[in-house]
């Protein structure tokens, strides 16, 4: 009796490279997150932009002269 299956003890340069490549994946996540944000807000201003010169048509063109 006694007898285990001994798991093979890691070094910390397993750790350490796991732990770089979890912070390097999280990063490549936020910065994909980021990069959809600015393209969400560009479609939001651009879709006001539009919505804003429509509008300031439409009053321009029926203010009389």
């Known amino acids: ?3 285990r299956d001994v798991e093979r ?3 910390l340069g397993d750790v350490y490279k ?3 490549l ?3 994946l999280l990063m490549a ?3 994909l997150v980021e990069f959809l944000m600015v393209i969400f807000i560009f479609q939001i201003l651009t ?3 539009q919505e804003f010169m429509t509008k300031e048509r ?3 063109s029926t203010t009389p002269t």
């Open 47 to 49: 879709a006001l932009k």
């Open 29 to 31: 996540l936020l910065i």
């Open 18 to 20: 796991r732990q770089i």
């Open 1 to 3: 009796d006694g007898i």
């Open 58 to 60: 439409f009053f321009s």
């Open 22 to 24: 979890n912070m390097l």
């Open 9 to 11: 003890s890691r070094g």
